[in-house]
Every structure is written in structure tokens, then in C-alpha cells.
């Protein structure tokens, strides 16, 4: 992550919950990423860039880029973050990096994309991404939140993407799964124990996993992707790289 960090323009902001919200920049001309990879952003806070990592939720091939934040009180960037609004000016780093990409699973039949709380930033941009329905026949996304507020976002994407130029002809392949965990809902638990259960296959009406045609994509906290990752390990999934592909892979959502 050596590229030095360019300043782009925020472009819009919307607050979805009092502590996540999402904004849109700028792409600067020679930023280059693939849909799911991450990159270092930041603001200057007096005199001091203070950089984070996030995921592109954007496709890779928009003319601007957005992000989906949560809001730490006492985080460095986050408490100054929450503020921007158009026309101030965002650092970025050079590129995206990252292994949370089509280019580290080995082709399948059916994609699961399972997030939870700010961890759908990555799949927002999968899923916009028309390679994604090229790769694969059936698209699943999955998000659990604590409360049913915090899944606006995700809700609101899913429910974009019939106008979506690029990908509107295939928004028939995307399947939405939503569960909550701290409050009532139509789908309650922490996505380890739906899949486990087989409840979230059973609700969807579909096989549950199958390590030979199935490729899973995580993003989440560090202990949901441990957990995660021992539930498909147990199954015969094999973790992908950018070097040796595989059956699943994993980014971490990150807070700061
Ligand atoms: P829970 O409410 O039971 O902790 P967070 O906001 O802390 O990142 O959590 C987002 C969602 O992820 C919450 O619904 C939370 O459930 C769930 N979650 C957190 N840790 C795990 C884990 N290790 N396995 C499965 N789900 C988890």
C-alpha cells in the first residue's frame, strides 16, 4: 500500500441509522480495483491524514466511488467522518487490494455472499457487478444485523438493482436473506446457527451447501469469519487466494 493518496471530492452523503451511513466520492482517474477489494481512505484531522481500510462498495467500473461506514464515538476517523458532506475533500490510496474477489474462487454453480452489520460493503459492489451473474446461475446475499434499521442499506440495494443499467437483466439471479438478532423480525439469529440449522436453506427452498458447485464469499467481524470459515471447512470448503483459487474466501469488515 505504498501509492501515495490522492484527494477526491465527496459527491453525497446519507445517514441511514444514527451510526452507519454511506457517501459517495469521485474516482480519482487512476484508481484502479476489482469489485470486492478494499482501499485506504481517510481525512486529514489536524494536519495528520488518518487513514482506514474500506471496501469499494461500488462497482468496478463506476465513475465514483461509495462507501458504507459505521460510526465509532471515540474512532479516530469515524467520529470526524460522520460529518463530511459535498465537496470535502477525501483522501484515497492508489489502488485496491484484497482477495475478496471472483478472481480467487474456482467457477460454481452457486454464489453465497453472507455479511453481517458493515461487512455487505464489498457484496453492494459485487453485487452491481455484471461478471458476478456471468460466473454464476443463482446469487445468494445474506445479512444479519443486530437490528432490523441496519439492514436499510443492503434492502435498498437489492431493490435498486432491477433499474440498474448494467445489471437490471439480472436481478431475477440475486436472492436476499435478511436475519436479525436483537429484536423481532421475519428472520431471527446469527447466520452461523441459520446455517447450521439448515433454517436458511429451508426458508429459501433450496440444497443446503455443496462444497463442489457452491463459493462462498464472507465479510464480517473477525469472530464471525473464524466461525464461518471452521462451519464450511467442516463441509470440504477450501479457502481461495489470488495464487490458488478456491471454494470460499473471506474479508474482514473493518471499524475504526
Ligand atoms: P449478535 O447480536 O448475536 O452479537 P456487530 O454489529 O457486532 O458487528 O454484529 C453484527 C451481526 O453479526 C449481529 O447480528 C451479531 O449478532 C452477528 N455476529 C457477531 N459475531 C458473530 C459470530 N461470531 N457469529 C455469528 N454472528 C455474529
Not at 14 to 43: C, W
Not at 104 to 127: C, H, N, Q
Request: proline share 5%; net charge negative.
Amino acid at each position: 500500500m505504498a501509492a501515495p493518496a490522492s484527494t477526491v471530492p465527496v459527491v453525497s452523503v446519507h445517514h441511514y441509522t444514527d451510526r452507519l451511513f454511506k457517501f459517495r466520492v469521485k474516482r480519482p482517474k487512476n484508481f484502479r480495483f476489482e469489485s470486492g477489494q478494499f482501499a485506504m481512505i481517510g481525512l486529514n484531522i489536524e494536519d495528520e491524514p488518518i487513514m482506514r481500510a474500506y471496501s469499494m462498495a461500488s462497482p468496478s467500473w463506476d465513475d465514483e466511488l461509495e462507501f458504507y461506514s459505521i460510526i465509532v464515538p471515540d474512532g479516530p476517523l469515524t467520529s470526524q467522518l460522520r460529518y463530511i458532506k459535498p465537496e470535502d475533500p477525501l483522501l484515497i490510496s492508489g489502488r485496491g487490494v484484497g482477495s475478496l474477489t471472483m478472481k480467487a474462487l474456482k467457477p460454481g454453480k452457486r454464489l453465497f455472499m453472507l455479511a453481517t452489520g458493515t461487512g455487505i460493503a464489498p457484496f453492494a459492489s459485487i453485487m452491481r457487478d455484471p461478471e458476478t451473474y456471468e460466473r454464476f446461475d443463482e446469487v445468494y446475499l445474506t445479512h444479519t444485523c443486530r437490528e432490523a434499521a441496519e439492514l436499510s442499506y443492503g434492502k435498498e440495494l437489492v431493490a435498486a438493482l432491477r433499474e440498474d443499467p448494467l445489471c437490471g437483466e439480472f436481478a431475477n439471479k440475486l436472492t436476499y436473506y435478511s436475519s436479525v438478532t436483537r429484536e423481532e423480525y421475519e428472520h431471527m439469529g446469527r447466520i452461523t446457527d441459520l446455517l447450521e440449522s439448515g433454517q436458511v436453506f429451508s426458508d429459501l427452498g433450496i440444497a443446503p451447501f455443496d462444497a463442489e458447485g457452491d463459493r462462498v464469499m464472507i465479510c464480517g467481524s473477525m469472530e464471525l469469519n473464524r466461525d464461518l470459515q471452521k462451519i464450511l471447512e467442516a463441509q470440504g470448503f477450501v479457502e481461495g487466494s489470488r495464487r490458488q483459487k478456491g471454494s470460499y474466501v473471506l474479508e474482514r469488515a473493518f471499524v475504526g
